[in-house]
Antibody, heavy 112, light 111 residues
Framework: EVQLVESGGGLVKPGGSLRLSCAAS????????MNWVRQAPGKGLEWVSS????????YYADSVKGRFTISRDNAKNSLYLQMNSLRAEDTAVYYC?????WGQGTLVTVSS | NFMLTQPHSVSESPGKTVTISCTRS????????VQWYQQRPGSAPTTVIY?????PSGVPDRFSGSIDSSSNSASLTISGLKTEDEADYYC??????????FGGGTKLTVL
């Protein structure tokens, strides 16, 4: 069974940092591109960042470019999102996802 | 870049069939795969259709996806509606760099 389990969310002050993790199991993680998608309270889904299977290609939404860094460790079957200079508008549930599988999400709240 | 436009809401009765559309603003809908995600209240999204018309294991065949080049849109059809199908549905496709583009979501009410 495929599982994607996010962790690392929490309450952080504006300007602060958080590192999200996504532990993958049940499939050949190293063969797939991975994505972070977020959902602000009461809003729709917003793509945040993508990383190719070998980390050769990395992309960011304009809203997070220069502040967020995506990475992966194929030996550990893990995906990461380093979030710096956090803003109130970054408050959302963050999901790691492929086109077929989603994690349960981790809530990030940016507030003073 | 392009946009994917979905109706804000649709409603239908149990046992009936409903179709949710997803219209691409520019470029061909057929040029990139379309996925459909179901999100029940308080839960994470799950995939009900991937690669235009493929169902993940465990998704009932009441769910089907299609592409219509004439209207430049994708559609999700749910037949034999059940109350458990009440959820938000999002379409998603890719831009020229293979980055994800989401529709705004459609709230399905089964009443």
């Amino acid at each position: 069974e495929v599982q994607l389990v996010e962790s690392g969310g929490g309450l952080v002050k504006p300007g602060g940092s958080l590192r999200l993790s996504c532990a993958a199991s049940g499939f050949t993680f190293s063969s797939y591109s991975m994505n972070w998608v977020r959902q602000a309270p009461g809003k729709g889904l917003e793509w945040v960042s993508s990383i190719s299977s070998s980390s050769s290609y990395i992309y960011y939404a304009d809203s997070v470019k220069g502040r967020f860094t995506i990475s992966r460790d194929n030996a550990k079957n893990s995906l990461y999102l380093q979030m710096n200079s956090l803003r109130a508008e970054d408050t959302a549930v963050y999901y790691c996802a492929t086109p077929v599988n989603w994690g349960q999400g981790t809530l990030v709240t940016v507030s003073s | 870049n392009f946009m994917l436009t979905q109706p804000h809401s649709v409603s239908e009765s149990p046992g009936k069939t409903v179709t949710i559309s997803c219209t691409r603003s520019s470029g061909s809908i057929a040029s990139n795969y379309v996925q459909w995600y179901q999100q029940r209240p308080g839960s994470a999204p799950t995939t009900v259709i991937y690669e235009d018309n493929q169902r993940p294991s465990g998704v009932p065949d009441r769910f089907s996806g299609s592409i219509d080049s004439s209207s430049n849109s994708a559609s999700l059809t749910i037949s034999g509606l059940k109350t458990e199908d009440e959820a938000d549905y999002y379409c998603q496709s890719y831009d020229s760099s293979n980055l994800w583009v989401f529709g705004g979501g459609t709230k399905l009410t089964v009443l």
